[in-house]
């Protein structure tokens, strides 16, 4: 790798905003200032009139993902392909073993699947699917190989989630070992005989999804798993919270101490729930839980962001196409959930927040990247620009107008949610550790570079 030199971008953090030049050397930013000289051999970047953000994270992303008798269509290649394409330098994926299975298999299962092909940077939140004994000492070894969060489900009755007892003792087990316990917040008894209603019913199509799962059920999934943090005094993180409800509760948690943090995604943000709703079965691709809400949520969560209430945004990228939907076309409860939005996180994001006004350009920075490298164990390794950190940078463009398609998006999956939105903006320069990984928006790096980022607890 040649070291890098990019010229007179105005690089905007979390905290600072200025104009200068970084130089990158094996990997690492050696020196930011004025006027710097190009090494022999370094590569130049004239990034003038452009933006220079520290590569984004994504929290959440489901790219290797067995769920529901299928696969989800991305594998480590093509999701960190659009990733990178939409400047997103790290994700942050999720190891989930069957409730049978043990946690080491999944992890050398989720290893297989990433070596060798992720062309970004990566670490997983490790899923606890079941909790005794042997998965407890089996997950102290997952946390000293590095993999310092844990997922839970409080949805997915039968399958994934897991009862109160294991909860339980799953959070005292992260407090002891200092780790986040990240969290799926429905309450899943409830969902499970709404839904068996609606069946019976004859409700069956994809617009019954939401009503499956109301808010109430979701702002009750939250106090819970807050009111289980207080108890055990783990750190917890509410994944892809969709309404005022719930964030109220989180947020009344957090005002008597609670030590819980909460990401949204950016369907949440934009799409309403009757998307869900549109005929003839394309209401399947806008099928994931939580569900899209009404749009009168759209504000508080804004306002949420503005404020610091939610910390950071995520994709909860699963993609499966329109005919892995249709295993659904009888019953909305077999709709394989999930909408894919990996790619286009950042930019849709910075144009209907930065570009609205809504949020500030470093609440921006935050969100999409810094707040997660800080709740996950990877600042200032990652997340920020300064001396030391990896040469994860994104060279933006926001003068540049474009359109979201699935024609012209790099995700393997046949539609996009966001198909005909505007979006300001293109990511020009795309670099891992110095590796120059996409120009002009397009994918021209290399292949099978990306790392597994080892994490250390910090949440004792
Ligand atoms: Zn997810």
Redesign the pocket.
């Known amino acids: 790798m040649s070291d890098l030199l990019i010229k007179n971008g105005e690089i905007i953090t979390a905290s600072q905003r200025y104009t200068a030049d970084i130089l990158a050397k094996d990997g690492t930013i050696v020196a930011i200032g004025e006027g710097l000289e190009a090494p022999a051999g370094a590569e130049v970047y004239d990034a003038s009139g452009k933006y220079v953000f520290p590569g984004f994270i994504d929290p ?1 992303t ?1 790219v290797y993902l067995p769920f529901m008798g299928t696969f989800a269509k991305d594998d480590y290649e093509t999701a960190t392909v659009s990733a990178l394409c939409g400047g997103t330098t790290t994700l942050i994926d ?1 190891v989930i073993p069957g409730r049978d299975e043990a946690p080491l298999s999944a992890i050398d299962t989720w290893r297989a699947q990433a070596e060798g092909k992720a062309c970004s940077d990566y670490t997983w939140h490790m899923a606890v699917t079941r909790f005794d004994d042997e998965v407890a000492a089996e997950l102290r070894e997952i946390v000293k190989m590095g993999v310092a969060s844990f997922k839970v489900f409080l949805a997915y009755r039968g399958a994934l989630g897991i009862d109160d007892r294991e909860l339980f003792y799953t959070m005292k087990l992260a407090k002891e070992l200092g780790v986040i316990v990240t969290a ?1 917040c429905e309450n899943q008894d409830m969902v499970a005989e709404l839904q068996a209603e609606l069946i019976a019913a004859g409700k069956i199509g994809p617009e019954w999804h939401e009503p499956s799962r109301p808010v109430e059920v979701e702002a009750e999934g939250t106090r819970h798993l807050c009111t289980m943090s207080e108890v055990t005094g783990a750190h917890c993180y509410v ?2 919270l969709s309404c005022e409800r719930a964030l109220r509760e989180a947020v009344r948690a957090k005002l008597r101490g609670v030590n819980v943090y909460v990401e949204t995604l950016i369907q949440h943000l934009l799409l309403d729930k009757t998307y869900a709703e549109r005929p003839d079965f394309e209401g399947a691709n806008f099928v994931m839980s939580p569900p899209l809400r009404e749009e009168s949520n759209f504000d508080p969560l804004w306002e949420g962001f503005r404020h610091g209430m939610i910390s950071t945004l995520g994709s ?1 990228h ?1 993609p499966f196409d329109t005919e892995q939907k249709k295993m659904g076309k009888d019953n909305f409860c077999l709709i394989p959930n999930g909408i894919p939005s990996l790619e286009d996180r950042v930019r849709m994001f910075y144009t209907h927040g930065v570009s609205t006004g809504r949020v500030d350009i470093h609440r921006f920075v935050d969100a999409a990247s810094t707040a997660a490298a800080k709740i996950f164990g990877l600042f200032p390794k990652k997340g920020t620009i300064q001396l030391g950190s990896d040469a994860d940078l994104v060279v933006y463009d926001p003068n540049h107008r474009d359109k979201i398609s699935a024609e012209t998006h790099h995700m393997n999956i046949d539609y996009n949610p966001f198909e005909g939105f505007d979006v300001h903006g293109r990511c020009d320069l795309v670099t891992v550790r110095g590796n120059v990984q996409v120009r002009d928006g397009e994918f021209v790096g290399k292949k099978g570079i990306g790392q597994f980022l080892k994490r250390e607890p910090t949440h004792f």
């Open positions: 959440h489901h999720f799926h994944v892809h909860d699963a």
